[in-house]
């Protein structure tokens, strides 16, 4: 019964450390809207909000028109890209779709990095000509001009990438380890100039990308090809206030890319979004440019996205409180329940060794009485006599034994009776233990796996295992509910909702079951797991912006891919059951009739109607006077005249009159 204890210890101490890592995060949670209400004050506050970035488009290098784009900015209704052809650069205009338009080249362009429109259209880049040097030049489709051409506006030795605020109609650039910000007449007397180690970038450890200038806010990336020590890293730095806004590493396992390593490229800021493209690639000859919108928050919305977390944290945490005190007393009564097994089991030990005991002393004694009854038979006189005397004595001592003896085996008989009880009460409770701890076990990996984020995932009603769970990150979540209606012909004038009911809820979430690079494998195994859960019919639980508590999963598709190497593209459609309770009540017992039959009358005589001849039901979801009258041979109009309700109002689990 030692496992019993400690299941329910075990059940102790999770929901201890549940609770004391959701306190954590609570006080984090709360520290971050503290300091965002601090911020808010300051005039701070400036953040990305990546949880909901969104996939503008995807092409593969070399596959033109669709190229490996450097930098993307709003033009035209559409997108202006900027990329590197050998020594030049190729500015290629695209529809709202990201579907190629048209393009002009730009001889000894160079990297074609960052870029900027002014108000009149005009492209500010840095281009290749005595050294580097800042130009403006209109975007002309089909076009091709040297660099040579055009007039320089600022020169440097160092490389150059340049932005356009046109909002604030400045230009910012890059040179050297300085960001400087200058009136567009004048871009060799800045009006602002930051260190780029001042914005959080470690200058001589991080790759440079690219940035853009939104005054007061320079938001710059940084990140190698192929190196896991110089991570995909976004910031913000206020120019106007000398203050870092924010400094952090994309989470780009969220974000479906098909390859392990994510270059940053180009990044811009539309003021309600930046736009941001990666070259993904394996290392290797494979890469896929994606280009991504991620949302910015101000300093509101960060006060009003923190406050929603925060009061999330609130309801987890109130609920991790629940589950913990509901622990600590299974703890207690299974302590007492582990105790009370122990000492049932030292009475019934010892009640079966006073047993054993006492049917060697009735053995012993029976023994003795069948020696004495053969001395009697042989014994003569005064030897019989005091024979005689000794087998009545032991004779009545047997039956003394026996008696005990008796009374012994009822006591062991309950008390192994009791033993039993408590035994299998331990046994069912350690069961609902297991489970409950298995349950809170899946939700706890679930939270691990995807540090709280909004995802949707499925897991068995009754999981086998600790692994028993599918983590989807959703693309999509469409949701559906029919409602039957007859199309034959019904009775005349009868009501439509008495051949109508409710149908089936459903729901269809598109997305991605998404591991480390290299873990296809083991997401295809997760997939197999689903699919078994399909094909066995298994009662499952949906958690996502649509939850079903019990579903059945009616249906799969995994569209395939060999070149994927961190996910598993996966749409899984279920279908919502419901288990409604029995209201068939059972007959009473005709055995418990007491008492003389009742005399009815004699033949040729017609039985006048009772009680007895009444029949009512009670009541369940789409039930109507229509499915009755079919079912009891009898008219709509003589039930509605039987009960008192409406066609259409008929209360669920009322009695009705059917007979």
């Not at 960060?302 to 913990?324: G, I």
């Not at 009460?425 to 233990?433: D, E, G, I, N, R």
């Not at 068995?460 to 600790?466: D, T």
């Not at 979540?477 to 019904?490: K, Y």
Request: aromatic share 8%; hydrophobic share 30%.
């Amino acid at each position: 019964m030692a496992a019993t204890a400690d299941i329910a210890k075990n059940a102790y101490n999770s929901t201890l450390s549940v609770l004391n890592n959701v306190k954590a995060a609570y006080d984090q949670a709360n520290a971050d809207y503290l300091d965002s209400l601090n911020d808010q004050a300051n005039g701070a506050g400036l953040d990305i909000n990546e949880s909901a970035h969104q996939l503008m488009a995807q092409y593969v290098v070399g596959d033109s028109p669709y190229v490996g784009s450097q930098y993307c900015i709003p033009y035209g209704g559409g997108y202006l890209i900027s990329y590197s052809s050998g020594e030049d650069t190729i500015y290629q205009q695209m529809d709202s779709s990201m579907k190629y338009v048209s393009k002009m080249t730009v001889k000894n362009g160079g990297h074609g990095s960052s870029f900027g429109i002014d108000g009149s259209g005009n492209i500010w880049a840095s281009v290749r000509h005595n050294g580097y040097q800042i130009s403006k030049f209109a975007y002309q489709p089909g076009a091709s001009i040297d660099a040579s051409s055009l007039t320089s506006l600022y020169n440097s030795p160092d490389l150059l990438r340049v932005n356009y605020d046109t909002s604030n109609n400045l230009v910012g650039y890059t040179t050297a380890e300085s960001y400087c910000v200058c009136d567009p007449g004048n871009l060799s007397n800045p009006k602002k100039t930051v260190s780029l180690s001042a914005m959080g970038f470690s200058i001589g450890q991080q790759t440079w990308q690219s940035q853009s200038l939104s005054w007061p806010y320079v938001f710059w990336q940084s990140g190698a090809y192929n190196s896991n020590s110089d991570p995909a890293t976004v910031g913000c730095f206020n120019a106007n206030t000398n203050t870092k806004e924010f400094v952090k590493s994309y989470l780009t396992s969220s974000y479906g890319m098909k390859y392990s390593y994510n270059e940053p490229e180009g990044i811009y800021s539309t003021g309600s979004a930046v736009l941001v493209t990666f070259n993904n690639n394996d290392n290797g000859s494979n890469s896929i440019n994606y280009l991504f919108s991620i949302p910015t928050l101000t300093a509101d919305s960060t006060v009003s996205e923190r406050l929603k977390a925060l009061n999330n944290l609130k309801k987890a945490l109130a609920d991790a409180k629940t589950a913990f005190n509901s622990a600590k007393s299974d703890f207690q009564k299974y302590q007492s329940t582990s105790k009370t097994i122990v000492k049932d089991t030292r009475i019934y030990k010892n009640a079966t060794k006073d047993v054993k005991k006492q049917k060697k002393l009735v053995a012993s004694t029976k023994k003795k009485i069948a020696i004495v009854t053969k001395q009697y038979a042989k014994a003569t006189r005064t030897k019989k006599q005091s024979l005689k005397k000794q087998l009545d004595n032991l004779k009545k001592v047997y039956k003394e034994q026996k008696s005990a003896l008796t009374t012994l085996k009822k006591k062991q008989s309950t008390a192994k009776s009791k033993l039993s009880k408590a035994q299998r009460k331990s046994l069912s409770a350690q069961k609902a233990t297991q489970r409950a701890i298995l349950k809170k076990a899946i939700g706890a990996a679930v939270m691990a796996e995807t540090g709280g984020k909004d995802v949707t995932w499925i897991t068995p009603v009754n999981p086998g295992s600790k692994e028993s769970y599918a983590i989807l990150w959703p693309d999509s979540e469409d949701f559906s509910e029919t409602v039957n209606v007859n199309e034959t012909a019904v009775i005349k004038h009868t009501p439509i909702n008495t051949v109508t009911q409710a149908g089936t809820e459903s729901i269809s979430v598109g997305g991605a079951l998404i591991g480390e690079d290299g873990s296809v494998p083991t997401l295809v195994k997760k997939f197999e797991r689903i699919r078994k859960w399909a094909e066995n019919t298994a009662e499952v639980s949906l958690i996502g912006q649509t939850s079903f508590p019990h579903a059945i999963i009616s249906g799969i598709d995994k569209p395939h891919d060999t070149y994927l190497t961190n996910q598993v593209p996966l749409t899984i459609t279920l279908q919502k059951v419901d288990w409604a309770d029995s209201n068939v009540k059972k007959k009473a017992n005709s055995s418990k009739n007491k008492g003389k039959a009742k005399k009815t009358s004699g033949s040729g005589h017609k039985q006048k109607n009772s009680k007895s001849a009444v029949k009512t039901v009670t009541t369940k979801p789409g039930d109507t006077y229509y499915k009755f009258s079919l079912k009891y041979n009898v008219s709509v109009a003589q039930l509605r005249k039987w009960n008192k309700y409406p066609d259409r109002s008929i209360p669920v689990g009322v009695k009705i009159r059917v007979k």
